[in-house]
């Protein structure tokens, strides 16, 4: 008996959050899909914890945004500082949406619920399974596996993050750069006046610095750094917080519960479909972390394609169809990797002229109502969607 079944409607490749809410999606609307994994199980770290208010809203199609906000801590406000200085206050509360904040909540967790969703809609991951090679014909495309198995299909999704092996097999550019300072990442316990209301972005000429909190009384920190160590230490984190973060108050780290460090691509897929293949999610798309939309996008990305797909599938809409994925998909994430750009270059200014001239800037815009709506529309996503606009 194959371990994989041997053909399948929809193959999606890469069982992240982005393959996963994708195969739970056609799963659910009674398409045949097959989700693979090269990883031979899960990752249980936390890795992106954002989800934002229009990510809320779509995966209320697959039912899993209750268990999502259960699970998470709700945070209303997102600030930006300078050490103690707050320049710039985005306040969520006012959003057109049921869901007014930004949900803290590990990627481990999202994955589970995500996992426990498909699953119920009769859908599994296989692992640990690599695709090799990717060939298309105009009925249909044909994976490789490195075990030498194959499996055929009438599309395939590549959902396998910056280094996509469906991209590469399917010949599409993946056109940008990568940032010359490296990420550090850590969960860390604080021992700190700050509380759990808000998610503060610290501006400094080193660095950009996030802090956030987590369920468990956790808080995650991202920074920016020349050159990050293979594993973050209590002392590493502490010493970007004793340069970055605040004074008066000042955050002083308990333990580490868990850190890495990565380096981050500004980078943009020229085009989401190349024939029966397409593109969601990290293939398509990376950016800075500084507004915490990577994932959002991926998974918005995966519920529109997955209706699409099934439109074509199941109600045999014309192929056209598919083509309306990129149209409106893709621009949606040049403005996201734009807008987390110039937020990580305002962030990291070197010059002091600058510096002080753009503390001035924002606490200006600070009292301007139109600025804290457009950025609060901006970070959830809001502004995506063409009618809230």
Known sequence: MKAVPESTGVLVVGAGPVGLSLAASLRQKGVDAVLLDRAAEGANTSRAAVVHARTLEALREIDVTGELVERGIIVPRFTVRERDRVLLTVEFGDLPTDFPYTLLVPQNVTEEILL????????????????????QDEDGVTATLADGERIRAAYAVGTDGMHSTVREHAGIAFEGDAYPQSFILADVHLDWAGGSEEVMLFFSSEGVTVVAPLPGGRHRIVATVDEAP??????????????????????????????????????????????????????????????????????????????????????????????????????????????????????TMGSPVLRGVRNTLLRTLDWIPAVHRTMAMNLSELSTDPTRR
């Open 230 to 347: 293979q594993d973050p230490t209590a002392a590493d984190v502490q010493a970007l917080l004793d340069a970055r973060g605040p004074r008066r108050h000042p955050a002083l780290i308990k333990d580490v519960v868990w850190s890495s460090r990565f380096r981050v691509h500004h980078r943009l897929a020229a085009r989401y479909r190349a024939g029966r293949v397409f593109l969601a999610g990290d293939s398509a798309h990376v950016h800075s972390p500084a507004g915490g939309q990577g994932m959002n996008t991926g998974i918005q990305d995966a519920l529109g394609l997955a209706g699409k797909l099934a439109a074509v599938i199941n109600d045999g809409a014309p192929d056209s169809v598919l083509d309306e994925y990129e149209a409106e998909r893709r621009p949606i994430a040049e403005q996201v990797v734009s807008f987390t750009d110039k937020m990580t270059n305002v962030a």
């Open 116 to 135: 426990g969703r498909l699953h119920a809609a009769g859908g599994l991951v296989h692992r640990p399974f690599e695709v090799t090679d990717l060939a």
